[in-house]
């Protein structure tokens, strides 16, 4: 995997998102306080939002820059945003399949253990669970790179662990990259090979982590 | 109000309007002739009739002579053509009757009777019923002279040719009366009305029998010896009945609510999702119909879509003065009710999920069906419901772009009305209770679909 984001300005309320960041490593965290401008960093990455100046380059494809923006159904990221944002008018199923490109991916129901949540409503799902169809479903979409926000806000401190065990088999087993945003130091040190530090909107640091 | 109507006429003319033909039985010539003059200077449209016995004139309509309305005297007649479906069904009302009289001498001191042929023609059939049912036909049969119709009979007596005639009550002046058959001891003499299918002016005809069977024209039958209806009327039903307004009113408003739908969900999507050039010209336009006086609304739409209008002229079909109008009014009326509640059902439908459903690949069109309207399918159902609500009520715009007329553009607001103006207070107020449990329905439905809509995502 390889993403390059060379001087993105991206306006914010209190501060304005300046980046240049390039990025090799299997895992990425990218680390900060509340509000220092990783998630909007992320939506850059998804193309949810654009950025008034710089460029993006996603696997040496230029997806961002004054003239090129790729929608982001043509990106290939999967996005599994803070929330969840599991769809709330469909079934389980509904939602991991949505983005799916066949229904043969049951390596990806078992390693993640929603096979028995397939038929529920996702209002009678609880945090743990509704973090696996989620990434279920950003799995299912064959994403080149997964973009994690904050993937373990939400779930129960027992079941910390166990989301975790589960990121990594999708890393390790799946072989998908990901960029994972936390403000949480523990984390990072579990899954990440490379940490990037984020202040108001600025890159501060990047550190290789030994762990990987 | 009339005056609008007729205004409203002026303003988009109808190439056969100027005339109606009416084919009507003999009897009721004479209260038709006081009415005529009254209906021609009121709207300006000619009556021109044809008098005769109802059979030679059914007869006649069968075959294809140029009749828009046809008065009969006897429901036979009426059954005849309707059965080969020469008249527009849902207009026949029967809300006159009649009795008979012998005129000259006591039937049992005549030498000669006249009557109406009482083969065929209704006043003969009716006399012969009447006779039979007394016991005297086998006396009377030999000194029967038949006429072409009743007014024949009538003047057989009047110029001593015969003894005694038996003709309709309505029928006499100053002849002598020599026994007034009681209601009850006569057959029941109904005249159907009814507009003839394939009619010129079909519309002419249909607002000659609204005013035909008015109020006032009814006080003009009586002085002239006619009565109210036999039978609780059996066609008055569809033509004035609470099912026949129910149904143009419902069929109408359920036409706008499904024509307003697709646009309706554009402009709202459009408003609700992005900036664009225009967007506050467009807010203030679509919701313009919400301020503006409805009659005023109205009269755009009729010089708009008149046959002559910047629209109409374009069209392949009348739209002013037909069903498509009541629609149009309707449509126009609702349109921003429905844009409103369905913007804000859009707006309330967090834009997270369809980023997240175009990361996961989804076009455009995918997204907002799959994600956008399943979300905000209850605010825009409750949107519909008050739309279609608010098309049931349409009053203003409709009367002027639809005008009134009965069977076919009046709708409940307008039937409401006709009543009200005609002094029908009871008709009126049913109506009303009507309309009453109509928007409570409709309105309560909506909030709940609302309600629900709001109920926490998570649990």
């Known amino acids: ?212 | 109000m009339l005056r609008w109507i007729c205004f409203a006429l002026a303003l988009a003319p109808l190439a056969s309007a100027r005339e109606v033909r009416v084919f009507a039985a003999a009897s009721l010539s004479d209260a038709l002739r006081e009415l005529a003059p009254a209906y021609e200077t009121r709207t300006g449209v000619r009556v021109v009739f044809t008098f005769g016995g109802s059979s030679t004139l059914a007869r006649q309509i069968e075959a294809g002579a140029p009749a828009d309305l046809f008065l009969s005297a006897d429901e036979e007649k009426m059954n005849a053509l309707a059965s080969r479906g020469r008249i527009v069904e849902e207009t026949r009302t029967s809300v006159l009757s009649n009795t008979l009289v012998v005129v000259g001498k006591d039937l049992r001191v005549a030498r000669s009777v006249a009557l109406a042929d009482p083969a065929s023609v209704p006043a003969g059939i009716y006399a012969r019923k009447w006779i039979e049912s007394i016991g005297q036909w086998n006396a009377i049969a030999p000194k029967v002279i038949p006429t072409e119709n009743v007014r024949g009979a009538l003047a057989a007596v009047k110029s001593g040719n015969v003894d005694s005639a038996v003709v309709y009550a309505s029928d006499v002046r100053n002849e002598p009366i020599a026994y007034r058959v009681p209601r009850e001891e006569g057959p029941p003499i109904s005249y159907p009305f009814a507009v003839v299918r394939g009619a010129e002016n079909e519309v002419g005809a249909r607002r000659l029998l609204g005013y035909l069977t008015s109020r006032e024209a009814m006080r003009v039958f009586a002085e002239y010896g006619f009565h109210g209806p036999y039978r609780a009327h059996g066609a008055y039903r569809a033509y004035r009945s609470d099912r026949g307004v129910l149904g143009i009113t419902l069929r109408a408003a359920g036409a706008a609510t499904l024509l307003i739908l697709p646009p309706g969900m554009l402009v709202a999507w459009l408003l609700a999702r992005f900036a664009w050039r225009g967007k506050s010209l467009v807010e203030t336009l679509v919701a313009l119909p919400i301020v503006m006086p409805p009659v005023a609304t109205g009269l755009i739409l009729l010089e708009l879509f008149g046959r002559r209008g910047a629209i109409g002229k374009w069209l392949p079909f009348d739209v002013v003065f037909t069903w498509r109008a009541v629609v149009l009014a309707m449509v126009v009326m609702s349109f921003p009710l429905f844009v409103r509640a369905a913007r804000v059902a859009f707006e309330e439908v967090d834009p997270r999920f369809e980023q997240i459903a175009r990361t996961l690949g989804a076009r455009d069109a995918r997204v907002f069906f799959t994600i956008t309207l399943p979300l905000a399918a209850r605010g825009i159902v409750s949107g519909m419901l008050l739309a279609f609500a608010r098309a049931i009520g349409e009053f203003g715009a409709t009367i002027l772009v639809a005008g009134n007329i009965p069977g076919r553009t009046t709708t409940l607001s307008l039937a409401i009305y006709d009543h009200v103006q005609l002094g029908r207070d009871a008709e009126a107020f049913r109506l009303v209770g009507i309309a009453v449990v109509i928007a409570f329905a409709a309105v309560w439905t909506a909030e709940a679909f609302l309600r629900r809509s709001h109920e926490p995502r998570h649990p």
């Not at chain 1, 895992?27 to 998630?39: D, F």
């Not at chain 1, 945003?81 to 389980?92: C, E, G, I, N, R």
């Not at chain 1, 989620?134 to 904050?150: Q, Y």
């Open chain 1, 1 to 212: 995997m390889s993403l390059a984001i060379r001087d993105v300005v991206l306006p914010l309320a209190p501060f304005t998102l300046e980046v240049s960041l390039e990025l090799h490593a299997r895992s990425t965290a990218l680390y900060g306080a509340s509000g220092a401008g990783k998630t909007s960093l992320l939506e850059v990455i998804a193309g949810l939002r654009r950025p008034v100046a710089g460029r993006v380059e996603l696997n040496g494809r230029v997806v961002s820059d004054e003239t090129v923006f790729v929608p982001p159904r043509e990106r290939h990221v999967g996005y599994v945003p803070q929330d969840d944002a599991l769809f709330p008018h469909l079934s389980v199923r509904q939602n991991i399949f949505y983005g799916a490109k066949t229904k043969a991916h049951h390596g990806i129901i078992d390693i993640l253990e929603v096979g028995p949540l397939l038929d529920r409503g996702v209002k009678r799902l609880s945090g743990g669970e509704r973090k696996r169809v989620a990434l279920a479903r950003a799995v299912l979409s064959e994403p080149e790179i997964l973009l994690l926000d904050e993937p373990l806000t939400g779930v129960d401190l027992a079941l910390r662990d166990r989301v975790l065990e589960y990121l990594a088999r999708i890393r390790d087993e799946l072989a998908i990259p990901m960029i994972y945003v936390t403000h949480q130091m523990d984390e990072v040190r579990v899954m990440c090979e490379e940490v990037v530090v984020m202040e108001r909107g600025k890159v501060v640091e990047t550190i290789h982590s030994e762990h990987a």
